[in-house]
């Protein structure tokens, strides 16, 4: 909504009126309700009082809302349309439109009318007449009713970045919001249309499940957590009670997939049911794909063979400190022993002659012209090119398994080849702060498991030498604490060293 002053000295002087004054008549109502109280979708029915400009010709309709916009006397509030039916029920029904003005202008005050209202006057375009706007419960959005709803001592932190994962919303409730958390599950579930189930987190990830799963508590809608989601164009089908997923990731998933080549061999340490694994597949990318949850395990399975990369995505439940050797091995005798895919897909189509002039021939009378088939091959290389670690709690912890992965396989790597050692992506958690406080404490735990002295390097890990690890915040998790992803190239004394 404008507020700013017109033309005539009357319409400056209403114009000056107080704009918190005004604004607030679009606030919603303040309905305090007591802890453990139901959510009364009535009380939040407000009535405003304003003046429209009642439109005698519907042609000079578009005319007067652009002239009345210049001028400032045009109702600018959003989610709220300025033309409406005539509020004469006779009159709408003919097709008579009004145009709402800012709430400066009084229908019982023609000092408030500017001059393009006393000028549409004057030719009778127009009438300005009182109206009265009734706003419901549908139109204020979630964080406005939740303003009205919660004390004012909870506005500065109301809940908003919650995760979704289909059709469920995953809050994470501080405590000083638990006495309402019914209300403020009704208000996401009313406000969300997509969303069907409203769930509470009631312990830290990880906290009693290695596997990152959490209890919970249902607050509103279906209980119902067998959800569908859509990222990185791959279908992911899985009951969110059973196996890890955060939306909040989708980026960092992206983000990391577009490091990786057609044809280059991906190993996924801590898979889960493949945010990396299955678009990596997508890419025509080979990806080992592992995860110790069994349950995880069989959606990654299912996931799969749903998205059709089973040509290039091989699932895994095994631990992941045995998994690094494991895949390493596997691929190496997979590439010896010639396993590729071979993928064939239609040519482009022949070029018509444009030519001619004759009229089309009726389907099916000559067959349809010649479309080459095209071969695509795709032999799996002997090295891994990348390791995935999405683990942020322990996934350090793994990197000593690195030790030997290429034992006596010096002859696979440059200088002999023009293949680099493997990339590694390590997700950790570290303390949030600006400085280097965290790069250097994520480098000293590298430096502790690997054996192997590391340090931050530049942010670009192609520029970074042998020990220097590009770190990239991922995202904040808590007030002081974020995620990161330590990206850095297998030192080489790691890599060919005797394995334990």
Known sequence: MRVESGNSSG???????DENAEMSLFRPPVVRLGVGAALNRALFTKK???????????????????SLQASKELLQVERISPIIPHPNKELGAQGRKCILLDPGVKAEEPKTWG?????GIQKEDLTVIPYELTLHYDYWTARDTMESVLPPELHDEIPSGFNVAGHVAHLNLRDNYLPYKKIVADIILDKNSSIRTVINKVDNVGA?????????????????????????????NFNYAKVYWNSKLESEHTRIINFFKPGEVVCDVMAGIGPFALPAGKKRVFVWANDKNPESFKCLKDNIQRNKVQDFVRPFCEDGLDFIRQA????????????????????????????????????????????PVVTETYPIPPTISHFVMNLPASAIEFVGSFKGIYQWQENLFAPKTETLLPLVHVHCFALKADDERPLIDICERLTKYLGFTMKPGNKDYNLNGEGEVAIHNVRDVAPAKSMYCASFRLPAAVAFATRD
């Open 48 to 66: 405003i009082d304003l003046a429209a400009a009642a439109i005698q010709n519907p042609k000079v309709i578009s005319h007067y809302r652009k």
């Open 115 to 119: 001059p393009v209202l006393q000028e």
């Open 208 to 236: 009693e499940s290695e596997f990152r799963t959490f209890q919970y508590e249902i607050l509103t809608g279906e209980d119902d957590l067998e959800v569908s989601c859509i990222e990185n164009n791959c279908t992911f």
């Open 328 to 371: 390493t091995d596997e691929v190496l005798a997979a590439s010896l022993n010639r396993e590729k895919v071979t993928i064939e897909k239609p040519g482009p189509k022949a070029k018509s002659d444009k030519t001619k002039t004759e009229k089309p021939i009726p389907s099916g009378s000559l067959p349809a012209p010649f479309r």
């Open 11 to 17: 319409f400056d002087a209403a114009k000056g009126q």
